[in-house]
């Protein structure tokens, strides 16, 4: 039998939904038409309290179950129903088999390919009666700011634990692995002097900070790591020791053992510098303070080779004419956040090139290929 999407229905359904604006934490529009459609199909839609949370307009992410033909583990299928600025009054344009922006604003295939070809497998499932298994859709909000939606997501709703993020840019590439990051913030508190008539009283916190960053690996640490200092404020004259600088950082790596590392090692320089500019002043010691925060942004992202779904997509490619490649990121997304709650959903691409710039277009060839492979990947589930 010839199972086959309908393209036309699915274009269609993507230019509907980049017109809903739907910039991170205003939501709620896109939220409403979606629920009704996912309604519509015939699915028992539930609706978190995530929006309030984390300031949205929205009420929250949507979980949505779709019976099957047959009983079994959902397959889970999820996209992020936000984008980035500037995404308001988008203007599609299509021509030369490709999908642009008037322009002026991000097109919003990121993520409204996804969210697109969700509803026109679903569609497809139904309307053609075919045998599957049930599905579980997930929308998150706020994916572009931090992963907010599925950081609050109600785990307790998802019933499965394979399944499919579809949020990435070629359809060759599905992302299996991604890094785990930790936000690394310092502030240093030098000791005040006048620099004119007393400098060597002071601690300038500028030097603490140059020491430690002398003694530091930073930029690609190795394979898997990398750290960058991106943000830098502090002092406010020239002619005062600076008092106070704050550092603001970022370490990732693909493995958490190696990124524990790299923050003792930063930890360690900044403890040096500390130490080396410590000294005697009127016969008393003055120190450098340093206060140092590693909070957690987000975890890995690690899905094994071996696992259901990418066994299964990687079949559905070759069955489509897609030659895919297992691949790691050096960025997160929302699967990063479902792994660390035990969902094994690697991130497959769907078409989008030059994701979050006014020059986002959407290739109609490969978004309609991974319709096919989503579509095959849950037929096959649990078969
Ligand atoms: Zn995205």
Excluded: W
Aim: charged share 25%.
């Amino acid at each position: 039998m010839n199972i086959k999407i309908n393209e036309k229905r699915l274009l269609d359904t993507f230019l509907k939904l980049v017109v809903i604006d739907s910039e991170s934490l205003s939501e709620g529009a896109i939220q409403k038409y979606l629920a009704a459609e996912l309604k519509k199909l015939g699915c028992t839609v539930f609706i978190d309290k995530a929006g309030k949370k984390i300031g949205s307009d929205a009420q929250g992410n949507i979980i949505a179950t779709f019976k099957g033909t047959r009983s079994g583990k959902p397959f889970l299928l999820s996209s992020h129903m936000d984008t980035v600025r500037p995404g308001k009054g988008v203007k599609p344009q299509v021509k030369n088999n490709r999908v642009t922006s008037g322009g002026d604003t991000i097109l919003g295939a990121d993520d409204k390919s996804g969210l697109a070809i969700i509803l026109e497998v679903l569609r497809t499932l139904k309307e053609q009666k075919l045998q599957h298994g049930p599905v579980q859709v997930i929308f998150t909000l706020n994916e572009e700011n931090g992963m907010l939606g599925a950081k609050n997501l109600d785990y307790s709703k998802i019933k499965g634990c394979d399944g499919l993020i579809l949020d990435n840019e070629s359809v060759d590439e599905l992302l299996i692995q991604g890094p785990e990051v930790r936000d690394f913030k310092v502030y240093i508190k030098g000791v005040a002097a006048h620099a004119g008539v007393c400098p060597e009283k002071g601690i300038s916190a500028l030097e603490v900070a140059a020491r430690a960053l002398s003694l530091m690996k930073t930029g690609r640490v190795d394979k898997e790591t990398v750290c960058n200092f991106g943000v830098v404020h502090g002092g406010e004259v020239t002619n005062v020791v600076m008092p106070y600088l704050e550092l603001k950082a970022e370490a990732r790596s693909l493995s958490p053992k190696k990124l524990e590392k790299q923050i003792k090692h930063m930890k360690d320089c900044f403890a040096k510098a500390a130490k080396a500019f410590t000294k005697r002043v009127d016969g008393k010691t003055i120190k450098p303070q340093i206060t140092i925060e590693t909070p957690l942004r987000y975890g890995t992202l690690n899905v094994p080779k071996t696992a259901p779904a990418v066994k299964l997509v990687q079949a559905a490619a070759k069955k489509n004419g897609v030659n895919l490649k297992l691949a790691a990121s050096g960025g997160g997304c929302d699967a990063n956040v479902m792994c660390q709650h035990g969902l094994l959903m690697p991130n497959l691409g769907l078409g989008v090139q030059k994701c979050h710039t006014t020059e986002e277009y959407l290739k109609i060839k490969e978004f309609c290929q991974a319709a096919a492979i989503v579509l095959d990947t849950v037929l096959a589930y649990g078969k």
